[in-house]
């Protein structure tokens, strides 16, 4: 008859699994705790808390009609906010739901192993979205706690305490490394998706906007932001002649400038004539959530898939291409060129049209221009020069303005950046008769010396003027190099402004924290292409150079699965390997033992019987010792250091190196 | 899969092995060959989920969507191996089983030693549905198992197969070898009610001697199925756990003579039983006692060695075997 064990044991052993439980459950939703509504977390945080006070307080669990009502009411609220349970956030709150309710009902083993397998669904869910290798190091992070959880939770007997449980994890996650990259290359990629993605609301996507309203670029210009990285195949450009042309604006209501419909597509550029040398390179574009390509000032119609150009020899991605990844191209640019683009009358009067009412004091500062008749070159030098005569600024914090803020900022405040300067001009142009538009896009960009790259941020951010000319076509005009020469001179806002804010914080300015973040940035680049941008095209540029070139795409994939396989088995066969070394290794109690065995052996050869089964080794000696009075020394040192290595509590090293050599050098003789 | 066809699977399985391994000795290292290794249910449920990620990564075209999926892949590889590994090489030894009374449950002992560097963890044995353990075997240590069979009749009881199981780490597979160990523990006959005073000693010849009753405490026995409830001793239960009875030196008592042919009116199993309380309760008196049973007969003695003989008598009392 046994009594059963304690109930308070049962109790504490239930409470630490549950504790465990908690903290990886809790762990895996971390990364979503952003994205939920903040009833869900609560939800989930009143769960455990209830469950551990079930536990704790021996209080009766929630009744089944609860928790089912519960469990309606959470997923009807879920679909209410969602409306959908379909794609990555509703689906992501709906499981963190679940997992609430499974911990509040979770009594044991099972229930806890099926937390577990939620809390990985939960990281992965994070991983379908998130990007940056920052992120990925956090999400590792979560895996192998949720793989402690793993091992912790699917014991049966007590729990083990954390170090060894979070080495074994460790240990067992690095074995899976090599078969992880195997398959990440190898495994067959698709190059479309197989189920209709529903968008993700990505809030607040920064970058260019559809309109300039001198006023609001302040705060991009302010962003440190990354809008793409571009890297010159062919010596670059200098920073004067890297303007990456982004939409352009034509329909201006006398405060704000819009973009134009759809004009015109691939046909202006026929009528582009392209000079000197061509610049090659590649833009590796940040996610933006709009179809917007950038380029230098001319480019080439694109050759790449997926890209073409626009209206206003904008590159665009094609409608299809889902926003919201990254983009990796190739383009060529001539930046001396010329955009005959003819324009029909109508056209003409639309790249001319203002608002009757607006900018009085501008049409009358350009009119007084118009009296001797210029040409349209001289009339594009007469603004210019106007603008460097008088006394204007170029801040990044200027005054707001009022009714017509062209006349304001021209006669009145002075003070403005790119935008109020590119609107003003374009105005004055359009006053004149000339047609002219509004050009936005980036200036410049920062070199990043370790990657060979140059970074564009969103603080490069720029807008210029283009004016048709009927001979030359359109003519890019940058009135900011009049007023800040620097700015377009230097490609960048630093040492533009004297004394004044400048993008980027304090710690930007520091060399070697600039240096570092090259650094950091060039490693983000490359897993950005090698990891991240790791899709069909790199898988295929891969294998063709390890001779997958020509075969037909059922041959490709039955030979990577293949690979899969092989990688597989080439996997196991390391794991085993390793584990049988590891199982191999004898403790030193028993290699004590084999050199006793050894000693023992010795003496057997000059006929000392050997040890009986009942006989301990000290009985033993001594009867060798009879046997043997020459090596009596020898043979009781031997004991005393097989003793001590072999039975002594904390038995060091030294006795089993000493047993060793004693063992080595014993060759007794015959008495 | 219905619990009886799974069963069914199971009991071809094992006859399965048990053509292909033999017969084991008393101590078994276990080999490569004999350990065999499948998923869990909650590791198909895990591979379903993997399933379920590989397509959400193809669909989303994410890349650490993919790492991730590939990661689990890689990790239940590994976790495969480490399981497997977790019994290879691990020693079973079969320490043996003390004799039970028929009724009680017989507990085999089965000892699981460990004689390599890394721990092992989460053995189980596993005997028809029951499970002893699971234990942490450490580097070098030795830890021992019971597997309770419940036994119905006097005679040999037989483990003829159990399962060394391991679900460790994860729980996503379940490595298990059978092991087919000629062991037995020995069953003694159901001792009869109480009551039936023992028999005079008329037959012996031996003088009578003045009864000096139960003063003389001479030690303790574990306490057997009928045992006067008055003579267990309480105060040791309440130390360690385990029923004892105190017996008292009677040397001084009348010995008797358990005979078979002194019960005509019983059937042969309730003689049996019969003799069996009767040794029980001269032992407990600590009168010695003589045994006569077809097929044996035992001399007058004492002590438990002189008991043990007497009931192991009784178990196999024609039963053919030894």
Redesign the interface.
């Known amino acids: 008859?046994?009594?059963s064990a304690p109930a308070t044991a049962t109790l504490s052993a239930e409470v630490s699994r549950l504790h465990w439980t908690a903290a990886i459950v809790l762990g895996a939703t971390l990364p979503h705790w952003p994205t939920l509504p903040t009833w869900v977390p609560v939800l989930l945080a009143v769960a455990i808390a209830w469950r551990l006070v079930v536990a704790t307080r021996a209080w009766p669990m929630p009744i089944r009609t609860l928790r089912l009502l519960l469990a309606l009411v959470a997923f009807g609220v879920v679909l209410v906010t969602y409306r959908t349970i379909n794609g990555?956030e509703a689906g992501s709150a709906l499981l963190v739901v679940m997992m609430a309710l499974k911990f509040l009902e979770s009594r044991g083993?099972?229930d806890q192993?099926v937390l577990i397998?939620i809390s990985?669904?939960l990281?992965?869910a994070t991983?379908?979205?998130?990007?940056g290798p920052l992120t990925?190091a956090y999400?590792l992070f979560l895996?192998w706690v949720t793989?402690i959880g793993?091992?912790q939770l699917?014991?049966?007997?007590p729990l083990?305490g954390l170090r060894p449980t979070a080495e074994?994890a460790g240990r067992?996650?690095l074995?899976?490394?090599?078969?992880?990259v195997a398959?990440?290359v190898l495994?067959p990629?698709?190059p479309g998706?197989?189920?209709a993605?529903p968008g993700t609301s990505t809030s607040a996507t920064s970058g260019l906007g559809d309109t300039v309203n001198p006023g609001d670029i302040t705060s991009l210009a302010l962003s440190d932001e990354i809008a793409f990285r571009a890297q010159f195949l062919s010596r670059p450009p200098p920073a004067r002649d890297r303007y990456w042309r982004g939409p352009t604006m034509t329909n201006f209501d006398g405060r704000t400038w819009s973009m134009s419909g759809e004009r015109r597509g691939e046909r202006v550029a026929a009528s582009t004539e392209y000079l000197g040398a061509p610049t090659e390179y590649r833009v590796m574009l940040e996610t933006s959530g709009r179809n917007w390509a950038f380029a230098l000032d001319m480019p080439k119609p694109p050759e790449q898939r997926g890209l073409r150009m626009g209206s206003d020899y904008q590159l665009r991605t094609f409608p299809g291409t889902p926003r919201g990844?990254q983009l990796d191209y190739r383009v060529v640019s001539y930046t001396s060129y010329r955009a005959l683009e003819p324009l029909s009358p109508a056209e003409q009067r639309l790249f001319t049209r203002l608002p009757p009412e607006s900018s009085p004091r501008t049409r009358e500062l350009v009119r007084g221009w118009l009296t001797d008749d210029p040409t349209p070159e001289q009339l594009i030098e007469r603004g210019m020069d106007w603008l460097r005569s008088q006394p204007f600024f170029y801040t990044l914090s200027p005054p707001a303005l009022g009714e017509q803020p062209v006349d304001e900022f021209l006669f009145d405040t002075r003070e403005g950046f790119c935008e109020h300067y590119a609107s003003a001009f374009t105005v004055m142009m359009r006053a004149a008769g000339l047609p002219a538009r509004i050009v936005t896009g980036y200036q410049g960009g920062e070199l990043n010396g370790v990657g060979g790259y140059f970074i564009i941020r969103q603080s490069d951010a720029h807008a210029w003027t283009e004016v048709w000319l009927a001979d030359k076509g359109w003519v890019r005009v940058d009135p900011v190099s009049a007023v800040a020469p620097y700015r377009v001179a230097l490609g960048s806002w630093r040492g533009a402004l004297e004394g004044e804010r400048v993008p980027g914080t304090v710690l930007g300015r520091i060399e070697w924290v600039r240096r570092a973040l090259f650094v950091w940035d060039a490693a983000a680049t490359y897993w950005n292409e090698w990891?991240?941008?790791?899709?069909p095209e790199l898988q295929r540029a891969l294998l063709d150079l390890i001779g997958f070139d020509g075969l037909p795409r059922a041959e490709r994939w039955s030979k990577l699965l293949l690979l899969c396989v092989g990688a597989?088995l080439a996997?196991?066969l390391l794991?085993?390997l390793q584990?049988?070394w590891?199982?191999?290794?004898?403790?030193a109690?028993?290699e004590a033992a084999r050199e006793f065995a050894t000693f023992a052996k010795r003496l057997a050869r000059i006929d000392v019987a050997p040890r009986a089964a009942a006989e301990g080794p000290v009985a033993y000696a001594t009867r060798a010792q009879a046997r043997v009075p020459r090596a009596a020394t020898e043979i009781r040192a031997i004991v005393a250091a097989y003793l001590r290595a072999r039975y002594e509590r904390d038995a060091d090293s030294a006795a089993l190196a000493e047993l060793r050599a004693r063992v080595a050098s014993f060759r007794p003789a015959r008495a | 899969m219905p619990l009886a066809a799974a069963r069914r699977l199971e009991g071809w399985a094992a006859s399965w092995a048990r053509r292909r391994q033999g017969a084991d000795p008393h101590a078994v290292v276990l080999k490569r060959s004999r350990v065999y290794i499948l998923p869990t249910r909650?590791g198909v449920?895990?591979a379903a989920?993997m399933f379920?990620?590989l397509?959400?990564?193809?669909?989303?075209?994410?890349?650490?969507?993919?790492?991730?999926?590939?990661?689990?892949?890689?990790?239940a590889?590994?976790?495969m191996?480490?399981c497997h590994?977790n019994l290879?090489?691990a020693e079973i030894k079969l320490i043996g089983a003390h004799p039970v009374f028929a009724g009680q449950r017989a507990e085999f002992r089965i000892a699981v030693r460990n004689?390599?560097?890394?721990p092992r963890?989460?053995i189980?044995l596993s005997h028809d549905r029951h499970s002893a353990?699971?234990?942490?075997v450490a580097?070098?240590a030795e830890v021992s198992l019971r597997i309770a069979v419940p036994t119905e009749r006097r005679g040999w009881v037989a483990l003829e197969r159990f399962a060394v199981v391991t679900?460790?780490?994860?729980?996503?597979f379940r490595a298990w070898t059978w092991v087919h160990m000629n062991a037995r523990c020995l069953v003694y006959p159901q001792p009869a009610r109480p009551g039936r005073p023992l028999p005079e000693s008329a037959g012996l010849g031996l003088g009578g001697r003045p009864d000096r009753g139960d003063s003389d405490f001479a030690g303790l026995r574990a306490a057997a199925p009928g045992d006067p409830p008055q003579r267990i001793a309480w105060k040791a239960f309440a130390r360690n756990?385990t029923?004892l009875l105190k017996q008292f030196a009677g040397g001084d008592r009348e010995p008797c003579e358990l005979d078979w042919d002194a019960l005509p009116e019983l059937a042969a199993e309730a003689r049996l039983a019969q003799l069996t309380r009767w040794c029980l309760d001269a032992a407990a008196e600590a009168r010695s006692f003589a045994l006569k049973i077809p097929g044996a007969v035992l001399p007058l003695g004492a002590g438990p060695q002189h008991l043990a003989a007497c009931l192991e008598a009784l178990a196999l009392c024609e039963t053919g075997e030894r």
Not at chain 1, 531 to 535: A, L, Q
Not at chain 2, 115 to 118: E, F, R, S, V, Y
């Open positions: 008859m046994k009594l990555v083993y099972r192993l397998m990985y669904f990281l992965f991983l379908l979205t998130a990007r990925a999400l895996i793989t793993l091992l699917s014991r049966r007997g083990l074994l067992v996650l074995q899976s490394l090599p078969l992880m398959l990440f495994f990629r698709l998706p197989l189920w993605v990844t990891v991240i941008g790791y899709g597989t996997g196991s794991v085993t584990l049988a590891r199982r191999r290794r004898r403790t109690i028993d | 909650f449920v895990f989920m379920a990620m397509l959400g990564s193809l669909n989303y075209g994410a890349s650490l969507g993919f790492m991730l999926t590939f990661l689990l892949a890689g990790l590889l590994v976790l191996h480490h590994g290879l090489g004689d390599t560097a890394a963890y989460e189980e353990g699971p234990v942490d580097p070098g679900r460790h780490p994860g729980g996503l756990d029923l």
